[in-house]
């Protein structure tokens, strides 16, 4: 194989998991095979859809069950969980928050709902996810710690918050960042959106922070349509959690009184239902992602030029998104890579544009950030769709 | 009757649209029989139930056709709604809002979220929303127009938009309010959450501000779960709404490219084929709820101390929720009246509290307020669930 045949042999690869020539392999398509249509349809029987229902629970104790944490909120989407998530560790207007600057553009319009600034730190090639090695490097230059917190010599402004994100599942190195928020006063916000089935040393992610966020969009690896939910192991902040998302609104039978500023980010009942069915089949999606994981890593070893992203060693990942890395000489191919597969019926995409690059986030402070800037030429996500994993046995 | 029996006959008339001693009368229940059910599981058994699908945009027509606005846009509430519709009309932060201190709390909390600042307005006993007429008084008094605006004379601020809410259902006396505006420079956002299938003066309500907000929450008129909708006139404003509920990303076949800080708002598919199914469902809906408003009247005509609110003489209203307004004298009988009847099964409440008397917005600038005041103590609303039209024929 020559290196200008790489698009073709890649296409080629995925084309092996097509049932039929005319199958369209989506990046990532949802799973309904066992009681999703119960739940929704005893919504619609009972007129239950809104913000009234049992499902709403039974969504938010599932989560809790299943990853761990003590309190899980269920709000209408990943970025409400984030928005609410940077509030409750006390992010304020002016103050800076340190996201990567590979991430989902979620992450940072979190921070800017607050009035707050996205700070960009790099990535690390091992997790594709915030490089906490380099980033305690980093403030050792510009940070100072006061009893007020931390704070950024040379904008004068106030440190608040960290959130790194699990990038398509794949937990970042937690220990290190931990150790950095805790000398540095730092509170830790886990954007675990991605993450959901995904264990950094054992342990649920989105339990080594403060709070976390998930997220069940369309794409995700269950979904209730539109969906998030906050995690955390601090009641306080759990009921906290709850009353910001629902219009903080006072316990009353009839009275309507807010005691502050609150959100309109409950999940509706019709949604949480098809959560709770999704829940059910968590473990067998994450089953089934990571043999087509399996599969992707045995096929990939074989061709030069590219590398199947597989997890770091201290993790166990969910797999949510598949990608390859493409070695620094081929990403000259990544563009016809893109271009062939998806007229070929398989859909692939690169990695979101790097935030520091977006005009509205172009004068916000970063650090060196050369390899996010190598990893978002190189990095090309493939087929990940659970049922996939079936066909790769 | 004494008067000291008012709660008891209140009720008593109350449990007649019962249909067995055991119902619960709900404040207002959604109704399901039509296509609820097929849309619904379309969306399951093909997997579009997210951000992809055709739901969205067939629900965006339906209410494009039903309301004569030349372009809506779902969105995931109705609070979401009138946040984009403020930052549509070019609210900014530190500019001044005037809205009712009668209305339910997104309409502060929009105002909140562009960091700009409520401004309340008293209410007009006739229309239970803001008063035109007092506001033209008020802004002679306290504003003065400038090229770059309106300005509040004493607070220094911009003066920006006027956000009347249709309270209930019934349309507020808009020409007036369109002159204000006129000759403020002000830009009229309407808060039609309550009010699909009302018009003013023949023509729908969010059809006379440059943006309205709809909103599709389990107890409106029609229900997504949880949504809501944009409506403008003008296309560019239409593409803009659109655009900054998405994310704020540039289509492009596989880049993510985003030009500014924008919102994650959009309806999922499987909201929208609810909404679909409820739209198909509206003209039924407005005349069964058209019927028991009917007899609510003739009921209550015959009740001293008491008023059945009605539609004003310049609009149709969907009477989504039915109100009555007790005597000044009968006030002291309100809470007895809440407490028998949610005892006995029938559901009512008082109005919202006012906002500005809640401790986040007690310090924003207010107008007299008194006529908000009074309806505050006498308003309580009463079972509407379209349904209950059908038995009070």
Chains 1, 2 share one sequence.
Not at 8 to 31: D, N, R, Y
Not at 93 to 120: K, M, Q, R, W
Not at 270 to 275: D, P
Request: charged content about 20%.
């Amino acid at each position: 194989m020559t290196q200008s045949h790489l698009p073709e042999t890649i296409v080629g690869i995925l084309q092996e998991l097509k049932s039929s020539e005319k199958e369209f392999l989506a990046l990532h398509e949802p799973s309904f095979q066992m009681n999703e249509w119960n739940y929704v349809k005893e919504c619609l029987d009972t007129g239950w859809v809104s913000s009234v229902g049992k499902y709403v629970d039974q969504f938010e104790s599932m989560l809790q069950e299943y990853t761990g944490a003590k309190r899980a909120v269920a709000v209408v989407n990943g970025t409400a969980a984030l928005h609410i998530s940077l509030l409750l560790v006390g992010v304020q207007a002016n103050d800076e928050v340190l996201i990567p600057s590979l991430t989902f553009i979620a992450t940072a319009n979190a921070v800017s709902y607050c009035g707050a600034i996205p700070h960009f730190v790099d990535s690390q090639e091992r997790t594709l996810g915030l490089d906490s090695g380099k980033l305690s490097s980093y403030l050792e230059e510009i940070a100072v710690v006061r009893p007020e917190g931390c704070f950024n010599k040379h904008t004068g402004r106030r440190i608040k918050a960290v959130v790194p994100m699990h990038t398509f599942g794949h937990p970042i190195e937690l220990d290190t960042l931990l150790e950095v928020c805790e000398r540095y006063q730092i509170e830790l916000v886990e954007d675990a959106a991605e993450s959901l089935g995904s264990y950094y040393k054992g342990k649920h992610t989105g339990n080594w922070g403060k709070v976390s966020a998930l997220s069940f969009n369309g794409n995700k690896i269950i979904t209730t349509g539109g969906g998030g939910a906050i995690l955390t192991n601090d009641q306080k902040l759990g009921e906290m959690a709850k009353h910001l998302t629902t219009t903080a609104k006072i316990k009353h039978q009839w009275a309507f009184i807010h005691d502050q500023v609150g959100y309109n980010y409950r999940l509706p009942n019709i949604n949480a239902a098809l959560g709770c069915a999704q829940m059910e089949s968590l473990s067998f999606f994450v089953e089934q992602k990571r043999r087509l994981a399996e599969r992707y890593k045995d096929v990939f070893a074989k061709i030069p030029g590219v590398t199947f992203f597989t997890e770091p060693p201290f993790a166990k990942s969910n797999y949510w998104l598949n990608a390859i890395l493409l070695d620094e000489a081929m990403t000259c191919y990544r563009d016809e890579l893109l271009e062939v597969s998806n007229k070929a019926g398989v859909m692939t995409r690169p990695v979101w544009s790097l935030l520091h690059e977006l005009p509205m986030y172009k004068q916000c402070p970063k650090m060196d950030l050369s390899v996010a800037l190598s990893l978002e030429k190189r990095i090309v996500n493939i087929p990940s769709s659970s049922f996939l994993g079936e066909r790769s046995c």
